[in-house]
């Protein structure tokens, strides 16, 4: 008889129901139960069988599901009458948790077919598909322990959840429309509006109303995407101006909407199904849904609902995240802004809210933006042993991280800022997770900013706490995702963290491994005036940039002599001047000059402007001066050619084009350097700026071509949202 226990992603994924028949086929009698470690099987029959099983078990598992490790077990034969699904062992072990997975094929014929009585069935799901991670209570995952408990089954689901032939065999979230959630619409004043939910919102959408739809992670703010008229008015009521809405549409419509690939249809139609953000088309959409952007980010309907709601002449409809400026998803309605003319919402509660998550199309491959729904909980694998501990994060786009044993949970994100508005979702995300996976935390790491939520969260909880530089933290996520731990050259380029010198660094190269960093090169550090009224106001950086450089600001536009005296007062005193050497404020600064974004409304608006100028083809255009100053690459003649270039009427794309170039060069040259003194060849690239397509691309063939073998973020962001991953690692580096 052999025991196999198996651990990774193996609940709620139709594992039990796939060894059943995988048994049952092999002739094999004992049982399959989900433990709190994973799955535990038991079978006998003769070597033949036993081996196939063992065999298909690798390598035949459902496609939702991840085997971490199998261990098999001999014991002598015990007596079995058949094979049975048993009930989940209780035990003290850690299991995974799997993310929520988008309608499967089957699933949705059946909803589509006038003949199923799930037909037109909000809810319909099958062990290869649904709500998951957003539907959990506690672990093993069974039906009680999720907001599934309070529906009855009706015969029919049961004879089919209790039918381990059958594709809903414990689907713990299986229902129809006898017994299971139902949809509900309800007026601006929440009260309910008679008549068929589905049919009055897909109207009321074609009419421009404004509609909260209840999703799998959260709520979405819905409009028709194809007029101006409920996008503006979308945009006023949630003040947001000018930041990217996301859209959903069909398969067969995406190509009107943005050049796609068939590899990125494959990813929109993955489990997860993601955002994906893509060269636009211009067309059918308003323009008023990504202004000034070349690209959208568009995502397949992924719940049930959604299919239903796209349906004849309801193609695109706008869906971005329910949620007050700088809040937490909504969950409920009572967490929504109130700026709905109507709430599509159901009674299956969301216990854990969960984002879209988002990608953006780039070579030599797709850049993770926000790691989040279809991902989530889904820990990764680390090959050095880890305690028990916790890291914090930073600030923007905020997520936390805890580790155990070989396994790093990322937190979902949990808001744009580290806002108090955050801070209960923060802890109530944090307590979940502690209990599922059983980590009591032995030790913390947190960000070198001491004003941070994050930090002081880490601060209160009273155990031996490490503060992680942003910047090492940042090359060490890339570090981790890829297993390295020998010593790299690692460039960090991003808007601000503070450095160890009480500087805001944000244009690092290192050299650094898991547990230190020696700061080689970085852009000089140059005024901030005011702080954060200067990050708000590009133009006011490149005012004082070029005044610190004793350069014309006559060229400058939209800033006023007030605001000028402002900051020659603010640069003479050293009065609320912060130094930074940040990589964003220089993309804000020539942004200002190009006179693109003088003002911003979302975090990187400046940087993305001049970002989207740039044509693709920047290595034919030659680099600016630069030259370097010890560890600073000065960038006064940069500046001054640009003026110049402004001054002669150059167009602006060429002086984007040129600028992109320089940063290549520069940052080639400085590692180049770095090869020469260290004999390191490995290269990671991190931080934010590495959402730049241009930047991204150019940056590591260009390395390559220079034979340096090159490391990038692919599973998670190069953005804040993996620094907690980062500080993870070196937290547990410097404990040992
Ligand atoms: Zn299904
Ligand atoms: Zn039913």
Same mark, same amino acid.
């Given at each position: 008889?052999?025991?196999?226990?198996?651990?990774?992603?193996?609940?709620?994924? =139709?594992?039990?129901?796939?060894?059943?028949?995988? #048994?049952?086929?092999?002739?094999?009698?004992?049982?399959?139960?989900?433990?709190?470690? =994973?799955?535990?099987?038991?079978?006998?029959?003769?070597?033949?069988?036993?081996?196939?099983?063992?065999?298909?078990?690798?390598?035949?598992?459902?496609?939702?599901?991840?085997?971490?490790?199998?261990?098999?077990?001999?014991?002598?034969?015990?007596?079995?009458?058949?094979?049975?699904?048993?009930?989940?062992?209780?035990?003290?072990?850690?299991? $995974?948790?799997?993310?929520?997975?988008?309608?499967?094929?089957?699933?949705?014929?059946?909803?589509?077919?006038?003949?199923?009585?799930? $037909?037109?069935?909000?809810?319909?799901?099958?062990?290869?598909?649904?709500?998951?991670?957003?539907?959990?209570?506690?672990?093993?995952?069974? !039906?009680?322990?999720?907001?599934?408990?309070?529906?009855?089954?009706?015969?029919?689901?049961?004879?089919?959840?209790?039918?381990?032939?059958?594709?809903?065999?414990?689907?713990?979230?299986?229902?129809?429309?006898?017994?299971?959630?139902?949809?509900?619409?309800?007026?601006?004043?929440?009260?309910?509006?008679?008549?068929?939910?589905?049919? @009055?919102?897909?109207?009321?959408?074609?009419?421009?109303?404004? %509609?909260?739809?209840?999703?799998?992670?959260?709520?979405?703010?819905?409009?028709?995407?194809?007029?101006?008229?409920?996008?503006?008015? @979308? !945009?006023? !009521?949630?003040?947001?101006?000018?930041?990217?809405?996301?859209?959903?549409?069909?398969?067969?419509? &995406?190509?009107?909407?943005?050049?796609?690939?068939?590899?990125?249809?494959?990813?929109?139609?993955?489990?997860? #199904?993601?955002?994906?953000?893509?060269?636009?088309? =211009?067309?059918?959409?308003?323009?008023?849904?990504?202004?000034?952007?070349?690209?959208?980010?568009?995502?397949?309907?992924?719940?049930?609902?959604? $299919?239903?709601?796209?349906?004849?002449? @309801?193609?695109?409809?706008?869906?971005?995240?329910?949620?007050?400026?700088?809040?937490?998803?909504?969950?409920?309605?009572?967490?929504?802004?109130?700026?709905?003319?109507?709430?599509?919402?159901?009674?299956?509660?969301?216990?854990?809210?969960?984002?879209?998550?988002?990608?953006?199309?780039?070579?030599?491959?797709? %850049?993770?933006?926000?790691?989040?729904?279809?991902?989530?909980?889904?820990? &990764?694998?680390?090959?050095?042993?880890?305690?028990?501990?916790?890291?914090?994060?930073?600030?923007?786009? &905020?997520?936390?991280?805890?580790?155990? !044993?070989?396994?790093?949970?990322?937190?979902?994100?949990?808001?744009?800022?580290?806002?108090?508005?955050?801070?209960?979702?923060?802890?109530?995300?944090?307590?979940?997770?502690?209990?599922?996976?059983?980590?009591?935390?032995?030790?913390?790491?947190?960000?070198?900013?001491?004003?941070?939520?994050?930090?002081?969260?880490?601060?209160?909880?009273?155990?031996?706490?490490?503060?992680?530089?942003?910047?090492?933290?940042?090359?060490?996520?890339?570090?981790?995702?890829?297993?390295?731990?020998?010593?790299?050259?690692?460039?960090?380029?991003?808007?601000?963290?503070?450095?160890?010198? =009480?500087?805001?660094?944000?244009?690092?190269?290192?050299?650094?491994?898991?547990?230190?960093?020696?700061?080689?090169? $970085?852009?000089?550090?140059?005024?901030?005036?005011?702080?954060? #009224?200067?990050?708000?106001?590009?133009?006011?950086?490149?005012?004082?940039?070029?005044?610190?450089n004793?350069?014309?600001?006559?060229?400058?536009?939209?800033?006023?002599?007030?605001?000028?005296?402002? %900051?020659?007062?603010?640069?003479?005193?050293?009065?609320?001047?912060?130094?930074?050497?940040?990589?964003?404020?220089l993309?804000?600064?020539v942004?200002?000059?190009?006179?693109?974004?003088?003002?911003?409304?979302?975090?990187?608006?400046?940087?993305?402007?001049?970002?989207?100028?740039?044509?693709?083809?920047?290595?034919?255009?030659?680099p600016y001066e630069y030259y370097?100053?010890?560890?600073?690459i000065k960038i006064k003649p940069l500046l001054k050619n640009i003026?110049?270039?402004?001054?002669?009427?150059?167009?602006?794309?060429?002086?984007?084009?040129r600028f992109?170039?320089t940063i290549?060069?520069f940052?080639?040259?400085?590692?180049?350097? @770095?090869?020469?003194?260290?004999?390191?060849?490995?290269?990671?690239?991190?931080?934010?700026?590495?959402?730049?397509?241009?930047?991204?691309?150019?940056?590591?063939?260009?390395?390559?071509?220079?034979?340096?073998?090159?490391?990038?973020?692919? &599973?998670?962001?190069?953005?804040?949202?993996?620094?907690?991953?980062?500080?993870?690692?070196?937290?547990?580096?410097?404990?040992?």
């Amino acid at each position: 008889m052999y025991i196999i226990n198996i651990n990774g992603i193996v609940q709620g994924v =139709g594992f039990r129901p796939f060894v059943y028949k995988l #048994a049952y086929n092999n002739n094999l009698k004992g049982y399959v139960r989900n433990s709190s470690q =994973g799955v535990e099987i038991a079978v006998t029959g003769d070597e033949i069988s036993l081996n196939n099983f063992l065999k298909q078990l690798k390598n035949n598992s459902p496609e939702a599901s991840i085997i971490d490790t199998m261990i098999v077990t001999t014991l002598p034969d015990s007596n079995f009458d058949s094979f049975q699904i048993l009930p989940s062992l209780i035990d003290s072990g850690i299991t $995974h948790i799997s993310p929520d997975l988008a309608l499967c094929p089957d699933c949705l014929a059946e909803m589509n077919s006038t003949t199923d009585p799930r $037909h037109e069935y909000s809810f319909i799901n099958c062990t290869n598909c649904g709500p998951r991670y957003s539907i959990i209570k506690s672990l093993p995952y069974d !039906r009680p322990a999720t907001s599934m408990g309070k529906f009855e089954m009706c015969d029919y689901c049961s004879g089919e959840y209790s039918d381990p032939l059958n594709r809903r065999f414990h689907a713990q979230p299986v229902a129809c429309s006898e017994c299971g959630p139902r949809l509900q619409l309800l007026d601006c004043h929440k009260n309910p509006v008679p008549g068929d939910p589905l049919s @009055l919102t897909r109207k009321l959408l074609k009419q421009g109303n404004i %509609i909260a739809i209840k999703g799998i992670g959260g709520f979405h703010l819905a409009c028709l995407a194809t007029d101006d008229d409920p996008v503006n008015t @979308l !945009r006023n !009521r949630k003040q947001r101006p000018h930041k990217p809405f996301a859209v959903m549409g069909r398969k067969e419509d &995406l190509d009107k909407i943005v050049a796609v690939k068939p590899e990125d249809i494959q990813l929109l139609q993955s489990p997860a #199904a993601p955002i994906l953000i893509l060269p636009s088309t =211009g067309k059918y959409i308003s323009q008023l849904v990504a202004p000034a952007n070349p690209s959208l980010g568009i995502f397949l309907p992924y719940a049930p609902l959604h $299919h239903l709601l796209l349906q004849d002449d @309801l193609r695109f409809l706008v869906m971005t995240s329910g949620n007050f400026h700088d809040h937490p998803i909504a969950a409920c309605i009572d967490e929504l802004p109130p700026i709905c003319d109507y709430y599509l919402t159901h009674n299956r509660e969301i216990l854990n809210r969960c984002d879209d998550s988002v990608i953006r199309a780039a070579q030599p491959h797709n %850049i993770m933006i926000r790691r989040s729904r279809g991902y989530i909980p889904t820990p &990764l694998s680390s090959d050095q042993i880890l305690s028990d501990s916790f890291a914090a994060g930073a600030a923007m786009k &905020l997520t936390f991280a805890l580790a155990a !044993r070989n396994s790093i949970f990322l937190s979902p994100y949990i808001a744009n800022n580290d806002t108090l508005n955050s801070l209960d979702f923060y802890q109530e995300t944090y307590n979940k997770f502690c209990h599922w996976f059983k980590i009591h935390p032995k030790f913390a790491a947190c960000d070198l900013q001491p004003d941070f939520m994050s930090t002081r969260f880490a601060e209160k909880l009273d155990i031996p706490l490490y503060r992680i530089q942003h910047h090492h933290a940042h090359i060490v996520a890339v570090m981790a995702e890829h297993q390295l731990d020998e010593p790299v050259i690692g460039i960090a380029y991003d808007g601000t963290g503070l450095g160890d010198d =009480g500087i805001i660094w944000g244009s690092e190269i290192m050299i650094a491994d898991c547990l230190s960093y020696q700061n080689k090169f $970085h852009l000089e550090p140059l005024p901030l005036p005011g702080g954060d #009224a200067a990050i708000k106001k590009p133009i006011r950086i490149a005012y004082a940039w070029l005044r610190q450089n004793m350069l014309d600001t006559d060229l400058l536009n939209n800033i006023s002599d007030f605001e000028k005296n402002i %900051i020659t007062r603010q640069l003479a005193s050293n009065l609320n001047v912060f130094s930074t050497s940040s990589m964003g404020r220089l993309f804000d600064c020539v942004s200002a000059m190009l006179d693109l974004v003088t003002q911003i409304s979302f975090d990187a608006q400046a940087a993305m402007a001049l970002e989207f100028i740039c044509p693709e083809n920047i290595m034919d255009y030659p680099p600016y001066e630069y030259y370097f100053d010890q560890q600073n690459i000065k960038i006064k003649p940069l500046l001054k050619n640009i003026s110049h270039d402004l001054h002669q009427n150059i167009p602006h794309h060429i002086i984007s084009a040129r600028f992109h170039r320089t940063i290549i060069e520069f940052t080639l040259q400085a590692v180049i350097l @770095l090869r020469k003194e260290s004999s390191i060849n490995n290269v990671v690239l991190a931080g934010g700026v590495m959402q730049n397509r241009i930047i991204f691309s150019n940056l590591i063939s260009l390395l390559k071509r220079n034979n340096f073998t090159v490391f990038t973020p692919r &599973l998670f962001p190069p953005n804040d949202s993996s620094i907690a991953l980062g500080q993870i690692i070196i937290a547990n580096n410097l404990d040992k």
